[in-house]
């Protein structure tokens, strides 16, 4: 936690940056207010220089507009779709969390027991040792485990092959255990575990191995199994050979082809999904658990998820924003946002190939632009 005068001291330089900015940049004209929805997604995507954009909204189970702008593949001059995949950065975790808690409706896991009931090692914050943690804590981020927490002798964001990722049991352990290879004393806060609620990549990673030690597979192959498969996901995966159709490519800020790739922490931000496909499964949870005849979930599982845990914005992972609950999800070449609105049977995928808080902040231009869009449909 920041004390009170580095506090004031980020405020004052944060708001003599914007100062700077607002004078020096030129931000161009206004978006013309005579454009059509589609003429001012195009004159979005062309102001904020993104390779692509895909946008699928959705009513009562139905997709009422698919739509994809663009290139997925610049160097090869690929159109992208709306079966186009694309990284999803944290927009992930929403997945992840529906595998930990399929294994909760299975009673196989209970999410308010100590995590070390089914862990092959002991998971504790040393500046706590005697509170126990749970799977609970950690779907709310309050886990007290750092959000990106440094490592000792392995780069936790170095890049990767799909197919050459470090298989999470091989530094998992090492990384969160004391006295571990990997182990940092910067892994974990000193606040005690249930009391602050820190958004932390690490920890979502740790769930993604719980379903590995708890089901018996590989958390990629359990997801295909118990989530893509049954909702027919065939654009979607966390390995690009899986996928029918071929990715976008992630571009740097710079505009630079990054190629397709992934991080140790897979389970957190590096799912592909087209837009139509992630709308299966956002449509899934918005119905209570299935699509088309197909469950992934029971319907009091969704409502726990989804429920709001202690007055917070956030549920089991999923938050709520203004009405709507969903996810985002951001990196270098990645921008996502997935959100709906249950009351009303609206919501909306939006994925693109580079980063941009247009696409995945709740203030972005884009966001708003789609989801003044979405609310015609209410």
Request: proline share 4%; net charge negative.
């Given at each position: 936690?920041?004390?009170?005068?580095?506090?004031?001291?980020?405020?004052?330089?944060?708001?003599?940056?914007?100062?700077l900015t607002m004078a020096c940049a030129d931000s161009g004209p206004d978006r013309p207010e005579s454009l059509s929805f589609r003429e001012s997604l195009e004159w979005e995507i062309e102001r904020n220089n993104l390779p692509s954009l895909s946008v699928v909204i959705v009513k009562d189970s139905e997709i009422v507009y698919s739509q994809a702008?663009?290139?997925?593949?610049?160097?090869?001059?690929?159109?992208?779709?709306?079966?186009?995949?694309?990284?999803?950065?944290?927009?992930?975790?929403?997945?992840?969390?529906?595998a930990v808690m399929q294994l909760v409706e299975q009673n196989l896991i209970d999410i308010d027991a100590d995590i070390n009931t089914y862990l092959p090692f002991s998971l504790r914050n040393p500046n706590h040792p005697n509170v126990p943690i749970t799977t609970r804590m950690i779907l709310t981020h309050s886990s007290s485990l750092a959000r990106n927490g440094k490592s000792n002798g392995i780069n936790i964001?170095?890049?990767?092959?799909?197919?050459?990722?470090?298989?999470?049991?091989?530094?998992?352990?090492?990384y969160f255990q004391p006295g571990g290879a990997y182990y940092s004393g910067d892994v974990w806060t000193k606040d005690q575990?249930?009391?602050?609620t820190l958004y932390s990549n690490t920890a979502v990673t740790l769930l993604g191995?719980?379903?590995?030690?708890?089901?018996?597979?590989?958390?990629?192959?359990?997801?295909?199994?118990?989530?893509?498969?049954?909702?027919?996901?065939?654009?979607?995966?966390?390995?690009?050979?899986?996928?029918i159709t071929d990715p976008a490519v992630p571009y740097d800020d710079n505009g630079q082809p990054m190629g397709y790739?992934?991080?140790?922490?897979?389970?957190?931000?590096?799912?592909?999904?087209?837009?139509?496909?992630?709308?299966?499964?956002m449509r899934a949870i918005m119905n209570g658990g299935s699509?088309?005849?197909?469950?992934?979930?029971?319907?009091?599982?969704?409502?726990?998820?989804?429920?709001?845990?202690?007055?917070?914005?956030?549920?089991?992972?999923?938050?709520?924003?203004?009405?709507?609950?969903?996810?985002?999800?951001?990196?270098?070449?990645?921008?996502?946002?997935?959100?709906?609105d249950r009351t009303d049977g609206i919501g909306a995928v939006i994925l693109t190939n580079t980063h941009s808080e247009?696409?995945?902040?709740?203030?972005?231009?884009?966001?708003?632009?789609?989801?003044?869009?979405v609310e015609k449909y209410r």
């Open positions: 936690m920041y004390s009170l005068i580095e506090r004031y001291s980020q405020t004052f330089l944060i708001t003599c940056l914007c100062m702008f663009g290139l997925a593949n610049q160097t090869q001059a690929i159109p992208a779709t709306p079966q186009t995949p694309y990284i999803l950065g944290s927009v992930t975790k929403t997945f992840t969390a529906t964001w170095a890049h990767y092959a799909d197919n050459d990722v470090p298989m999470l049991a091989t530094w998992i352990a090492d575990p249930g009391q602050l191995y719980l379903v590995e030690v708890v089901s018996g597979e590989e958390f990629r192959d359990y997801c295909q199994a118990h989530i893509f498969q049954p909702l027919e996901m065939g654009d979607t995966g966390f390995r690009t050979a899986e996928l790739f992934s991080l140790r922490l897979f389970p957190a931000g590096f799912l592909y999904s087209s837009a139509e496909d992630s709308s299966r499964f699509l088309n005849g197909q469950r992934i979930i029971k319907t009091e599982t969704v409502e726990l998820m989804l429920h709001r845990q202690s007055g917070s914005n956030i549920g089991l992972i999923w938050f709520h924003t203004e009405g709507w609950v969903g996810h985002n999800g951001g990196y270098q070449g990645v921008a996502a946002y997935l959100d709906f247009e696409v995945n902040q709740a203030d972005g231009a884009i966001y708003r632009l789609v989801h003044e869009e």
